[in-house]
């Protein structure tokens, strides 16, 4: 594996034709959320493993003010450039990642190919008066003026399940406390991103749009409105929670390898 910029790690495939996957991971996470994907796929295909910013091995966002989804796309961009990547891609998104995903995707920041999405949490999709903007909200709500260590709890049992943070081991909690004022930042840029389900409906790339049949209301309304103007997306239900990718990589994976071979 070759870190290519700082966070960002590119493996070869065998064969000089071989298509290239991108790998976006989850707010509260890095690239090595992948781990086990990429070692399916290793090989096969080329791989392009990112660690978005405040996460992982990459640099800090420089402002916090007004953060948004635009401010990670030149950071793909970058990754895409020194991996010296210059066909459509295959992107792989989760949660945050998924959403990013669609942006690089609907406004061609990168050429791709297709998407294979995770719950893709774009809440500005949803109506503000929605049960799932108002769930959503209210956990948004529930970490202003908290310490990192409520806010990272907050988020963590948000989406597994209440007391999951706490039973974690010290060293995780740690890390993801030290990681809460990133997550804030995701959270204004998945409220406030000016993409619309309108917008979305210009993409005409094969999608895989994966959910878990025991998320959350608002991951789950999300995907109900993406639905209604991605024509080209196949819909696959997972017995998981919204965090799937790390917690059933056995069911999510072969979807994900499928839909990409």
């Not at 965090?243 to 056995?250: D, I, N, S």
Request: aromatic share 6%.
């Amino acid at each position: 594996m070759k870190e290519v910029t700082a966070g960002c790690y590119f493996i070869a495939a065998e064969a000089a034709e071989a298509d290239t996957v991108v790998l976006l991971h989850s707010s509260q996470s890095a690239s090595s959320q992948w781990r086990q994907l990429m070692q399916q796929l290793q090989g096969k295909v080329n791989l392009l493993a990112v660690d978005l910013l405040g996460y992982g091995n990459a640099p800090q966002p420089e402002a916090s003010a007004h953060f948004r989804l635009a401010t990670e796309v030149p950071r793909v961009q970058q990754a895409l450039q020194a991996a010296n990547i210059q066909t459509p891609v295959i992107v792989v998104g989760h949660s945050y990642g998924g959403a990013l995903a669609l942006k690089l995707a609907t406004e061609g920041a990168i050429a791709v190919s297709k998407l294979a999405l995770y719950e893709p949490v774009s809440f500005h999709v949803l109506p503000d008066d929605s049960p799932g903007m108002q769930e959503i909200r209210t956990v948004s709500d529930a970490m202003h003026g908290k310490d990192a260590t409520e806010c990272t709890r907050t988020f963590v049992d948000y989406w597994n399940q209440p007391g999951y943070f706490d039973a974690l081991p010290a060293k995780i909690q740690g890390l993801m406390v030290r990681q809460a004022a990133k997550v804030a930042l995701d959270f204004d840029a998945l409220l406030n991103e000016p993409l619309s389900l309108k917008d979305y409906a210009r993409l005409q790339q094969p999608l895989l749009l994966m959910t878990g049949e025991f998320t959350r209301r608002s991951a789950q309304a999300v995907v109900r409105s993406l639905t209604t103007v991605l024509t080209n997306a196949t819909v696959k239900q997972v017995p998981a929670g919204h965090m799937g990718p790390l917690t059933h990589p056995a069911e999510v994976n072969p979807l994900i390898i499928d839909f990409i071979q």
